[in-house]
């Protein structure tokens, strides 16, 4: 019952954000929609605004996962796997108003760091759902280089009215391709003799990362052993 009452109260201040954005306006909203009680509304949502915004953000990410689930991705290359996703999370928005006062809200210093933890979290989660196995310093940075991606191509197709997004998915394309040739280029960098003394030199300062435990979500990273 308590999910079945954060979703009515998400799904009502859904129809409030275009106009208020993501505010105490439009939590106050949404609660006298639904005709919560508003205490147990602030219970569900101490934070008000702040707590419907990054459940609707998780929401969508719950979306994507589901669509990745039930889509046949087998015929795909990994890369075309990886701009999938993206394009499924980005189609998970019901209204690009909604997103675009996302992005509004989790501009502002106090949000901001919320707001890149929630795309930390997407992108974390493409990469689980497609398999992703690495333990090390990797683990980081494709994370790293695909929350550039996704931002980058977010904001690009917040601004597209092309149609059916064409313009955006090709964008997307050309961005998950610079991550290939940056992938080449880290492979041919790793083969040259020349700078084979270097990188053994960066991969033993680097070698003792580990990517964080599946079931310690307060630490960033972790240390073999430990």
Do not use: C
Not at 69 to 75: I, Q, W
Request: proline letters at 4%; glycine letters at 8%.
């Amino acid at each position: 019952m308590t999910q079945e009452t954060k979703d009515r109260i998400l799904d009502s201040a859904l129809s409030h954000v275009p106009f208020d954005g993501w505010s105490e306006a439009t939590f106050k909203a949404a609660v006298a929609d639904t005709a919560v009680p508003f205490q147990e509304a602030r219970a569900l949502f101490p934070r008000g605004a702040a707590d419907l915004a990054a459940a609707y953000h998780r929401r969508g990410d719950d979306q994507m996962l589901a669509r990745m689930a039930s889509e046949d991705l087998t015929a795909l290359r990994y890369s075309e796997k990886v701009a999938a996703a993206v394009r499924f999370r980005l189609e998970a928005t019901a209204d690009k108003e909604i997103l675009r006062r996302g992005v509004t809200f989790y501009s502002m210093p106090q949000h901001a760091p919320e707001g890149s933890a929630l795309v930390w979290g997407t992108v974390d989660k493409i990469w689980t759902a497609l398999g992703d196995t690495s333990d090390d310093i990797n683990w980081y940075s494709k994370r790293a280089i695909l929350a550039g991606v996704y931002g980058s191509t977010l904001l690009y197709w917040l601004g597209d009215d092309s149609d059916g997004h064409s313009a955006t998915w090709a964008f997307l394309d050309r961005r998950i391709g610079d991550v290939m040739q940056f992938e080449k280029l880290k492979a041919s960098v790793r083969d040259n003799a020349a700078l084979k003394p270097f990188v053994s030199m960066a991969e033993s300062l680097l070698g003792g990362i580990r990517a964080p435990k599946r079931d310690r979500t307060d630490l960033p990273g972790r240390w073999p052993g430990r």
